[in-house]
């Protein structure tokens, strides 16, 4: 048996779009879609990897992002060209802190907005909790305590989904692995099927068939690792 070696496999904007318009019935094989068309199918695709940040926590747009602590400042904003210059987190994930000449990752509490401004006043120290906030393509993270000189020669690791990257040329292909096509041409297909007039009947099928991708393609996006369960002996 041959093979072809080959374990990677791309799609580029327009022919996610074209296949997509396939599915509805709207374009026959080997038939091109005109420029309208192709630019409508261009914004719904886009907008439908903006949905797709809301359905978990997938492993491949994990991102570390290591930064030090600025002295008596608490308060960052996170984006591109922002402060912490780097893609936003859609979620924060986990934090912590390694100490300078220390060996030690020292865990950071992420916590919710309500809890974090009931924390205390303090002189500055290293930081042990954080908290953040999502806005438009940008965030704000804080620190507590504030930081002080001790704080300024530690670093803070920050591991947090970052946004999907869209679509601006015709030639781009997918941030997502290749078991995402079939979820993403699906999607689209049902954006796009009431403006191509498909009828409520038909986009319900393609509604079910596109759950099914849609089911097998988030399995693949959970990390492995074995579960472990002990005894609660307190009483």
Not at 46 to 56: C, F, K, M, V
Not at 169 to 180: F, G, L, N, Y
């Amino acid at each position: 048996m041959t093979t072809s070696g080959i374990s990677s496999y791309q799609l580029t904007r327009d022919e996610i779009i074209t296949a997509s318009v396939r599915k509805l019935g709207a374009v026959a094989r080997g038939q091109t879609l005109d420029t309208d068309d192709i630019t409508t199918g261009a914004q719904a695709l886009n907008t439908l990897l903006a949905s797709y940040r809301t359905i978990g926590m997938p492993l491949w747009a994990r991102k570390e992002y290591p930064f030090s602590p600025t002295l008596n400042t608490s308060s960052y904003t996170i984006g591109s060209g922002q402060t912490l210059d780097t893609p936003y987190p859609v979620h924060l994930l986990e934090a912590f802190r390694v100490d300078s000449g220390g060996l030690t990752k020292i865990p950071i509490d992420i916590k919710a907005s309500v809890d974090f401004n009931q924390l205390p006043l303090t002189p500055g120290g290293p930081p042990l909790i954080l908290n953040y906030t999502p806005q438009i393509n940008v965030g704000t993270l804080k620190l507590w305590p504030t930081p002080d000189s001790s704080a300024t020669t530690s670093t803070v690791t920050l591991i947090y989904q970052r946004p999907f990257e869209y679509f601006t040329v015709s030639t781009d292909t997918m941030d997502m692995p290749e078991e995402w096509y079939n979820p993403v041409i699906y999607g689209l297909a049902v954006l796009l099927a009431p403006e191509w007039g498909i009828s409520l009947m038909d986009r319900r099928e393609l509604k079910e068939e596109l759950k099914t991708y849609l089911d097998m393609a988030m399995q693949t996006g959970v990390e492995d690792g074995p579960f472990s369960f002990s005894p609660n002996r307190q009483r």
